[in-house]
């Protein structure tokens, strides 16, 4: 059977190209088919592959800061990305009508991330504290460059800022659905940093029992004072490093 030039080309450039991407597909990583991120070293000294950015927003979230999320401040490994994503998820449910804030995370290929002295392997990231304003209702901590994003609020020992008070409920609530959530992916939180001060406020919701005995809240006092956000570190293995 005589088949034309040009057929003959055109399927000599198709099968090579099939036997190309099989080749790929077996021999990449499979890391890089289902897009999972890769974590190195610990979250003090450490880097990440494929890291992924987390959405600018949700039904019951916002991200801090667009300019901070655009400039590619909030990228994570892709298994804190789908625990962070199932606990806002469960929360719509048993916590409706509250509102979260996430913060900073991490760059995309993670490393030194100022001024923070962790958030390197994409394990980390900050949650700015749920608030309630005078009438009890669930708003957003206000974050803007005036106020460092929100990171220079301070607030006072009544747990009160700029007219707004801690919700510690919704606080308690969210290290519950994150917890879950990581046990649900076979993973779980390593540890807390909340204020030590403010922890007691936590601890007297109905989730206090079940955050003392499954969460480790940071005793110390941190280097920079956790009072309007509190930062969770995910326990996830790394191919390389401890995976903290
Ligand atoms: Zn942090």
Same mark, same amino acid.
């Given at each position: 059977m005589h088949i034309p030039t040009g057929h003959r080309c055109f399927a000599t450039v198709f099968l090579f190209t099939m036997v190309f991407l099989c080749c790929w597909l077996l021999l990449t990583p499979s890391a890089v088919v289902a897009g999972a991120s890769r974590c190195?070293?610990?979250?003090?000294?450490?880097?990440?592959? %494929?890291? +992924?950015?987390?959405?600018?927003?949700?039904?019951?979230?916002?991200?801090?800061?667009?300019?901070?999320?655009? =400039?590619? !401040?909030?990228? +994570?490994?892709?298994e804190v990305r789908a625990i962070v994503l199932a606990a806002y998820q469960a929360l719509r449910h048993s916590q409706p009508g509250k509102v979260y804030v996430l913060g900073e995370t991490g760059w995309k290929h993670g490393g030194r991330f100022r001024p923070h002295k962790t958030h390197q392997n994409g394990l980390s990231v900050d949650f700015m504290t749920p608030v309630v304003d005078a009438n009890g209702q669930s708003v957003p901590l206000p974050t803007s460059?005036?106020?460092?994003? @929100? %990171? =220079? *609020?301070?607030?006072? &020992?009544?747990? !009160?800022?700029? @007219?707004?008070? *801690?919700? %510690? =409920?919704a606080l308690g609530a969210h290290l519950v659905a994150l917890d879950?959530? &990581?046990? =649900?992916? @076979?993973h779980?939180?390593?540890?807390? *940093?909340?204020?030590?001060?403010?922890?007691?406020?936590?601890?007297?919701?109905?989730?206090g029992p079940y955050i003392q005995r499954h969460i480790t809240l940071s005793k110390r006092r941190a280097w920079v004072r956790h009072d309007e956000h509190y930062h969770v570190d995910f326990a996830i293995p790394c191919p390389t490093g401890a995976g903290r």
């Open positions: 190195h070293g610990t979250t003090a000294d450490g880097s990440l592959d %494929y890291g +992924v950015r987390l959405p600018r927003s949700g039904p019951n979230f916002s991200s801090y800061s667009d300019l901070a999320w655009l =400039a590619g !401040r909030t990228y +994570v490994h892709s460059v005036f106020n460092r994003f @929100g %990171y =220079a *609020i301070e607030f006072d &020992a009544d747990s !009160r800022a700029l @007219g707004l008070t *801690i919700d %510690y =409920a879950r959530a &990581a046990q =649900a992916r @076979g779980g939180l390593w540890r807390v *940093i909340f204020d030590p001060q403010l922890q007691a406020g936590l601890l007297q919701t109905e989730y």
